[in-house]
T-cell receptor, first 114, second 111 residues
């Protein structure tokens, strides 16, 4: 089954404790992206990747890191989480350029930073 | 940066009604997406269009490039259509390859 898998689905952590949210897709898609969703603000792009070893900043990249060492995986790293990073996070992938193809979304990761 | 406005923000209707959700944007685009977010939080892409009209089952999406406006229609609405519907656009210029999202329309269909 074609899917985008995020882990964990729920995470509660404390300020400053490094964490990684994993994202994996099995569709051989070139494009992958991370979004955060906050009440009243909607979805906003954090980082995206056009292909292996190619990543770029979205609209709200501060406090986040990503890597794309393999085509299927695109982990989101919070080196020193802060409470303002409490949010609902989505990973998505599409065959190529993100805006010109249908995007497939993961189930979401709800993160709380205390 | 593109501004994406959706209307209405909230909509409650009775089962069977014809539903229209609107999306307006401020700057020329290369593509527009309609997404559906279920109460459980999962997001599904419904349509990607750059001109004209697309139909899938009871859902119809239209776009008017000159007026910078798109509509999502649901015919014969059903309680299972209750969800948040989100419009997103991709700019026509260069730069970051991301989408700009509207804040969503919360739709409730009552039996």
């Amino acid at each position: 089954e074609a899917q985008v898998t995020q882990n964990p689905r729920y995470l509660i952590t404390v300020t400053g404790k490094k964490l990684t949210v994993t994202c994996s897709q099995n569709m051989n898609h070139e494009y992958m992206s991370w979004y955060r969703q906050d009440p009243g603000l909607g979805l906003r792009q954090i980082y995206y990747s056009m292909n292996v070893e190619v990543t770029d900043k979205g609209d709200v990249p501060e406090g986040y890191k990503v890597s794309r060492k393999e085509k299927r995986n695109f982990p989101l790293i919070l080196e020193s989480p802060s409470p303002n990073q409490t949010s609902l996070y989505f990973c998505a992938s599409s065959p190529r350029t993100g805006g010109l193809y249908i995007q497939y979304f993961g189930a979401g990761t709800r993160l709380s930073v205390l | 940066k593109n501004e994406v406005e959706q209307s209405p923000q909230n909509l409650t209707a009775q089962e069977g009604e014809f539903i229209t959700i609107n999306c307006s944007y401020s700057v020329g685009i290369s593509a527009l997406h309609w997404l559906q977010q279920h109460p459980g939080g999962g997001i599904v892409s419904l349509f990607m269009l750059s001109s004209g009209k697309k139909k899938h089952g009871r859902l119809i999406a239209t776009i008017n490039i000159q007026e910078k406006h798109s509509s999502l229609h649901i015919t014969a609405s059903h309680p299972r259509d209750s969800a948040v519907y989100i419009c997103a656009v991709r700019g026509s210029g260069g730069g970051a390859d991301g989408l700009t999202f509207g804040k969503g329309t919360h739709l409730i269909i009552q039996p």
